[in-house]
């Protein structure tokens, strides 16, 4: 394991809140990543994505004229972008299940409530650098594949139940060795 | 904070599953490999970690962006008391703006270490969303987010929780007197 350097990264964020924007750009920087893009709102944000292809996506949820929802939209199904699998890390202070959802029917890779650990929020970005993902295209999505239901029909490498299951309790601990009357505590 | 696309919020909700069985067919599975591969980060198949340096790097930082925050809220709070003094004289769109600092307070407050001023601005951002014409007790979420602010650190814990379990009686009681003419009016 090696650690995370952040540094050659090209982050975009895009928030209306300058207190956030500042504090985004901040941590970033404290990162040692320099190479930030910063728009204030979907639009521009989708504007600056295409002309400098960013290896993350920072963005808020609520924004006018174009949202976070929209704008990850748009970076996944644009026919002209170079990368629609790009990272979309939405901040949110809606954490209602509509919202939610909305942002995984959009194609988001990761949504964190606001207010914003600064801890998670480096731990994702080292995590999302870090690993590679599956993507799931379908005529009506593009996003990350989360599927981890039990299929049949799916044979794919990210399916959880060919996987090895972890023992149960009864397994670790035999039931004779519970009821074993030396491992029962008294006075 | 909430990872709600994590692993948890994936056992409940399947989007793309769903429209799999729509579609009845299998959906392209595209491997994208690691940012860390492609940008040659790290070599193939090695993981990363958190550097314990940034860890502080990023503490100290967000240890002076907390004092600076102090004043940046204390003047949101300002603007907020004047919202609500347009809001009370007649002023319609100064209601909009009562939302929009309590939103953006909302969304930062808790990052700069001021919890308790963050779930009073969420508070007053629920009331607005749940009554839209008569915002119950929003004159005493404004005074309580103000005493609030000009404390360094924030009350915590029981006393936080006092705090805001008086503020949620008061909105279940009493309609604030200004939404409470408009909505009359």
């Not at chain 2, 392209?28 to 860390?36: G, L």
């Amino acid at each position: 394991m090696t650690e995370a350097s952040l540094a050659p990264l090209r982050i975009l964020i895009v928030e209306d809140s300058e207190q956030m924007r500042t504090l985004l750009e901040a941590l970033l920087e404290a990162m040692s990543i320099t190479d930030i893009l910063i728009a204030e709102d979907g639009e521009k944000g989708l504007a600056l994505y295409m002309e400098t292809a960013p290896d993350i996506v920072i963005t808020d949820g609520a924004m006018a004229p174009m949202d976070g929802y929209e704008l990850t939209n748009h970076i996944r199904t644009a026919p002209d972008n170079p990368n629609p699998y790009v990272p979309i890390i939405m901040l949110s202070g809606h954490l209602e299940k509509e919202h939610v959802e909305k942002a995984r029917a959009s194609g988001v890779t990761e949504y964190l409530a606001k207010p914003v650990s600064w801890q998670t929020l480096y731990e994702r970005l080292v995590s999302i650098v870090s690993n590679p993902s599956f993507f799931i295209r379908t005529p009506t999505y593009l996003g990350p594949d989360r599927r981890r239901e039990t299929d049949e029909l799916y044979q794919g490498p990210l399916e959880k139940h060919n996987a090895p299951q972890p023992k149960t309790t009864a397994e670790i601990l035999p039931l004779d060795a519970i009821r074993r009357p030396s491992l029962i505590r008294t006075k | 904070m909430l990872s709600a696309l994590g692993k948890g919020a994936s056992m409940q909700h399947k989007p793309d599953v769903a429209m799999r069985s729509l579609l009845g067919g299998p959906p392209e599975v595209v491997p994208v490999p690691s940012i860390a591969e492609t940008k040659g980060l790290a070599t193939e198949g090695a993981h990363m970690r958190m550097d314990p340096r940034i860890l502080t790097r990023i503490s100290d930082v967000v240890s002076v962006l907390e004092q600076d925050y102090t004043k940046v809220l204390q003047s949101h709070i300002s603007d907020m008391e004047r919202a609500y003094i347009g809001w009370k004289s007649g002023t319609e769109d100064t209601r909009a703006k009562i939302y929009e600092i309590a939103h953006d307070i909302r969304g930062v407050a808790g990052t700069f270490g001021r919890p308790l001023s963050g779930q009073i601005a969420t508070r007053i951002c629920a009331r607005f969303d749940q009554a839209p014409k008569v915002i119950p007790a929003i004159e005493d979420h404004i005074d309580a987010l103000n005493h609030v602010a000009s404390l360094s650190p924030e009350p915590e814990g029981a006393f936080a929780d006092l705090v805001l379990k008086r503020l949620d009686e008061l909105s279940d009681v009493r309609p604030d007197p200004a939404g409470e003419a408009k909505a009359g009016g």
